[in-house]
């Protein structure tokens, strides 16, 4: 009978995690070559950034320390845009853990306060980006201004629904804050040394933000006080304003909540995009605090031609938008409206025609309800819904769903980053169906 070989335990290949390697790999090599980030530095490289390059006050010669190149942050921030990421703590972090953000800042050093900065520091900038890229775009026969679509979204502000005061409670907030500041200036007068000068400062700059910031929802919630007295006289004691947020208000919103003073309302800003049709390229952009989209497409008609110098031939808009008044100048100037009669079953069930003329109206309103009840006007509305809501969507999945930041103005910087990645991910889309080189 045949013995059996004896086998010793099997053999076999370890990850072996702490041994030290040497890899002689640039952060080039280090990247792949058909990677997003290179495509986005690219981009950016081949804009004009010459008002940037204005403001560096170190020159060949002087003293000062050199600042972060432009292009860098720029590049940096438009990348973290489409990858969703809105902390610039998290962007920090990124430049020193990944790969494709280590490649963008080529060995310089950056840090959360530079990012946070410059993220809302350039808005005039930003939006003088966004007509230049569009404008490329129109000369390059991808984009066209014929037809366009106009939506609002709702966005959560950097502040809570409980942030809200009248009056009394603000201004004794106010006076709280005011003798906080008081005695934060008498302690660092009479010993210099009781603190870190560091942590002194911070404590300094907290309190002329908060004071700041009350005062700044004193003088808001005057000017809710006129709104609300015209809705319903004497309600005008009852206006609120955020203590956190002066110029956010409470909004309706996607999931149920009510509007303004109501305890169930949500702070917010509405957001306001322009899309053509054609190529779902964002043409203009806004950020207002009115609950309502009524009365915005008159503002974005006029910013379309201050951008491009001219007007689009059509301009589609959901019911919230129908503002007799704004088809009416919208239609003189000769755009063709498209925007739909409100309650037309209720009218029809009550034997009036919903496209029929109503009392008042002027001809050019006429005209639009008339042209509503054709099957043509119709077919064209229907590209609304699949223009309008696709830049919303696009910026919901790249992580819009609440400022970080509060006040108008640098909620229409983040607005603009948005607006601007949007633009990025169609230019090569769009030069890609084109056959053209994507920079």
Same mark, same amino acid.
């Given at each position: 009978?045949?013995?059996?070989?004896?086998?010793?335990?099997?053999?076999?290949?370890?990850?072996?995690?702490?041994?030290?390697?040497?890899?002689?790999?640039?952060?080039?090599?280090?990247?792949?070559?058909?990677?997003?980030?290179?495509?986005?530095?690219?981009?950016?490289?081949?804009?004009?950034?010459?008002?940037?390059?204005?403001?560096?006050?170190?020159?060949?010669?002087?003293?000062?320390?050199?600042?972060?190149?432009?292009?860098?942050?720029?590049?940096?921030?438009?990348?973290?845009?489409?990858?969703?990421?809105?902390?610039?703590?998290?962007?920090?972090?990124?430049?020193?853990?990944?790969?494709?953000?280590?490649?963008?800042?080529?060995?310089?050093?950056?840090?959360?306060?530079?990012?946070?900065?410059?993220?809302?520091?350039?808005?005039?900038?930003?939006?003088?980006?966004?007509?230049?890229?569009?404008?490329?775009?129109?000369?390059?026969?991808?984009?066209?201004?014929?037809?366009?679509?106009?939506?609002?979204?709702?966005?959560?502000?950097?502040?809570? /629904?409980?942030?809200? @005061?009248?009056?009394?409670?603000?201004? &004794? #907030? %106010?006076?709280? +804050?005011?003798?906080?500041? $008081?005695? *934060?200036?008498?302690?660092?007068?009479?010993?210099?040394?009781?603190?870190?000068?560091?942590?002194? /400062?911070?404590?300094? @700059?907290?309190?002329?933000?908060?004071? &700041? #910031? %009350?005062?700044? +929802?004193?003088?808001?919630? $005057?000017? *809710?006080?006129?709104?609300?007295?015209?809705?319903?006289?004497?309600?005008?004691?009852?206006?609120? /304003?955020?203590?956190?947020?002066?110029?956010?208000?409470?909004?309706?919103?996607?999931?149920? +909540?009510?509007?303004?003073?109501?305890?169930?309302?949500?702070?917010?800003?509405?957001?306001?995009?322009?899309?053509?049709?054609?190529?779902?390229?964002?043409?203009?952009?806004?950020?207002?605090?009115?609950?309502?989209?009524?009365?915005?497409?008159?503002?974005?008609?006029?910013?379309?031609?201050?951008?491009?110098?001219?007007?689009?031939?059509?301009?589609?808009?959901?019911?919230?938008?129908?503002?007799?008044?704004?088809?009416?100048?919208?239609?003189?100037?000769?755009?063709?409206?498209?925007?739909?009669?409100?309650?037309?079953?209720?009218?029809?069930?009550?034997?009036?025609?919903?496209?029929?003329?109503?009392?008042?109206?002027?001809?050019?309103?006429?005209?639009?309800?008339?042209?509503?009840?054709?099957?043509?006007?119709?077919?064209?509305?229907?590209?609304?819904?699949?223009?309008?809501?696709?830049?919303?969507?696009?910026?919901?999945?790249?992580?819009?769903?609440?400022?970080?930041?509060?006040?108008?103005?640098?909620?229409?910087?983040?607005?603009?980053?948005?607006?601007?990645?949007?633009?990025?991910?169609?230019?090569?889309?769009?030069?890609?169906?084109?056959?053209?080189?994507?920079?």
């Amino acid at each position: 009978m045949r013995q059996r070989t004896q086998i010793g335990a099997a053999r076999f290949q370890r990850a072996q995690r702490r041994q030290i390697m040497m890899q002689m790999l640039s952060l080039d090599q280090m990247l792949a070559e058909d990677h997003a980030v290179r495509l986005v530095w690219a981009y950016v490289d081949a804009l004009d950034l010459t008002e940037l390059y204005a403001k560096i006050r170190a020159v060949a010669g002087g003293a000062g320390r050199d600042p972060i190149d432009p292009q860098i942050l720029l590049s940096l921030w438009l990348m973290a845009t489409i990858d969703g990421i809105s902390s610039a703590r998290r962007l920090d972090r990124l430049c020193e853990e990944q790969t494709p953000y280590r490649w963008l800042c080529g060995g310089v050093s950056v840090n959360y306060h530079t990012l946070a900065d410059f993220r809302v520091d350039h808005g005039v900038f930003l939006d003088g980006l966004l007509t230049q890229s569009v404008a490329v775009l129109l000369h390059q026969g991808l984009v066209e201004l014929t037809r366009v679509a106009q939506d609002g979204m709702r966005v959560r502000a950097s502040a809570g /629904a409980g942030s809200f @005061r009248r009056k009394p409670t603000l201004a &004794e #907030r %106010l006076k709280e +804050a005011d003798a906080h500041w $008081e005695d *934060l200036k008498r302690e660092a007068e009479e010993d210099a040394s009781a603190e870190d000068r560091r942590v002194k /400062a911070a404590r300094q @700059r907290a309190a002329d933000d908060r004071k &700041e #910031r %009350l005062q700044k +929802a004193l003088e808001e919630r $005057e000017t *809710l006080v006129p709104k609300m007295e015209r809705r319903k006289k004497g309600s005008g004691e009852n206006a609120r /304003a955020s203590m956190t947020d002066p110029e956010a208000r409470k909004m309706k919103m996607g999931d149920g +909540a009510l509007v303004f003073h109501t305890e169930k309302g949500r702070p917010a800003y509405n957001v306001q995009f322009v899309t053509a049709t054609d190529s779902l390229v964002i043409v203009g952009t806004d950020v207002t605090n009115a609950g309502t989209d009524g009365g915005q497409m008159k503002p974005m008609v006029e910013q379309i031609e201050d951008r491009y110098q001219t007007r689009p031939d059509e301009y589609l808009a959901d019911g919230g938008f129908v503002s007799l008044s704004d088809i009416t100048d919208l239609e003189k100037s000769g755009i063709t409206t498209y925007l739909p009669i409100m309650e037309q079953d209720q009218k029809r069930a009550k034997g009036i025609d919903p496209f029929a003329p109503v009392k008042g109206d002027s001809e050019e309103v006429k005209r639009w309800r008339a042209r509503m009840g054709t099957e043509a006007a119709q077919k064209i509305y229907r590209q609304r819904a699949v223009t309008a809501e696709f830049p919303n969507a696009t910026c919901r999945n790249r992580n819009l769903k609440q400022f970080t930041v509060r006040g108008l103005l640098k909620v229409k910087a983040v607005t603009l980053w948005q607006t601007l990645a949007h633009t990025i991910q169609r230019t090569f889309d769009l030069r890609r169906k084109a056959g053209l080189a994507l920079v």
